[in-house]
């Protein structure tokens, strides 16, 4: 099934009427509802698309769009020397209908991802990408976080899941500056290799070495009382990490681990060595350097 390239073209640049010279009908002009459109499969910069029809069946489609070059395929039997009728129209509905040009045009992706992205605080963020993903359903197009544990930036989701209830008195008293310090702890499962970050705080000695006991933090507590994004980012990090049972890191992960490593908040850092004591303990902790070493994983720099 040979491809069709329209050369240096994209989708952001391309018109209804620059298809024109790439076919050799013009029935697709006159096409004003594309709902009968609907992609099979579809992701930034691919989709595969099909259109629903009671009296005959229609043709997959294929549209990529690889560096400068716009490329099609189509399952029906016309010669490809132009861009059949079914591609035609297909790119037109990519075209016109912006829950499909979305995953094609850049311009457009980054515009829907900044208005979402002010709603957990990250607009000023360079590449949004790292944060967002596109997800369509039900005929509609929407960004969606890449790591779940992200929280929107609002009163309501304070006040539901941040805030700490009024009855919960111990609660509200431990989350008041107490004067002990606190740490990064990084550890590993007590079974397994997983890799874990926690937040904890201990009581000093005159020299600043940690004192016992050593209590854990909620990182999600925190995170209501932090006004810098990248403090706000550095909690959300650390709480996903705080049960974490991968091995195996995706993307969102890994950025995330390297928020961790960026260490905002200039905590200390230590290693939990279970060899010591499987308690967390001033004993068992050992100060360690994070190192956000280029080209490696963030794992790999303890």
């Not at 229609?58 to 070059?69: A, E, L, N, R, Y």
């Not at 969102?252 to 490593?261: D, G, P, R, T, Y």
């Amino acid at each position: 099934m040979a491809a069709y390239i329209l050369e240096n073209t994209s989708i952001s640049a391309l018109s209804v009427y620059d298809l024109l010279k790439h076919t050799s009908g013009s029935a697709f002009l006159e096409i004003r509802e594309f709902h009968d459109i609907y992609p099979i499969a579809i992701e930034n910069n691919n989709g595969l698309f099909t259109k629903n029809l009671s009296l005959q069946d229609f043709p997959s489609v294929s549209v990529s769009q690889i560096g400068h070059s716009l490329a099609s395929t189509c399952t029906c039997s016309s010669s490809k020397e132009k861009l059949c009728e079914h591609q035609a129209e297909i790119i037109c509905g990519i075209l016109e209908e912006k829950n499909f040009r979305i995953f094609f045009d850049p311009f457009l992706r980054k515009k829907l991802f900044i208005a979402k992205a002010k709603i957990y605080g990250l607009e000023n963020e360079a590449d949004l990408d790292t944060y967002f993903e596109l997800e369509y359903a039900e005929g509609k197009t929407d960004a969606r976080p890449k790591i779940k544990e992200m929280l929107p930036i609002d009163e309501d989701t304070f006040k539901q899941y941040l805030l700490p209830q009024r009855s919960s008195v111990i609660n509200e008293l431990a989350l008041q500056e107490n004067g002990k310090k606190k740490i990064l702890v990084i550890g590993r499962h007590r079974y397994y290799s997983h890799l874990n970050f926690s937040l904890m705080e201990a009581e000093t000695t005159q020299a600043g070495k940690i004192k016992n006991p050593v209590n854990s933090v909620d990182a999600m507590q925190l995170i209501w009382k932090a006004e810098e994004p990248m403090h706000i980012k550095f909690y959300t990090a650390v709480n996903a990490f705080q049960n974490n049972y991968n091995e195996d890191y995706n993307s969102s992960e890994l950025e995330a681990l390297k928020l961790i490593v960026q260490n905002p908040m200039g905590f200390e850092t230590y290693y939990h060595d279970r060899d010591l004591s499987e308690t967390v303990s001033s004993k068992s902790l050992v100060p360690v350097n994070l190192e956000n070493f280029a080209g490696r994983n963030p794992a790999g720099c303890i």
